[in-house]
């Protein structure tokens, strides 16, 4: 009984729980990671752009982010220009492409 009353009384001070939860989630965003997405290519589609806000969202945040790439090959259209000017590096590796494969 004892033990189940200290735990509820814990519970009812936050003014000892928030500055700990503070300090947690300061901590956590003032951490540098180093990222690496890659994707073969950096074509239209809901995937590749879903990379790319992740890419800048990190890189504002502070993390090093490195995107690696394939070439833009097809017709759907490409994505590059939306790496230009952001803060995280892009890195275009030919070999990085689908082999044709019609079987």
Do not use: W
């Not at 300061?26 to 180093?34: N, P, Q, T, V, Y």
């Not at 259209?77 to 492409?97: M, V």
Request: with cysteine; proline share 5%.
């Amino acid at each position: 009984m004892k033990n189940q009353r200290t735990r509820a009384s814990f519970l009812r001070t936050p003014h000892l729980i928030l500055p700990l939860q503070k300090h947690l989630n300061a901590a956590i965003l003032h951490s540098e990671m180093k990222i690496v997405h890659i994707i073969t290519r950096l074509i239209l589609g809901g995937a590749q752009e879903n990379t790319l806000i992740t890419c800048k969202g990190l890189s504002q945040r502070g993390h090093d982010v490195t995107l690696i790439t394939g070439p833009a090959l097809g017709p759907e259209g490409e994505l590059f220009h939306q790496t230009q000017n952001q803060k995280y590096k892009t890195i275009i590796i030919d070999s990085l492409r689908r082999e044709i494969n019609p079987i």
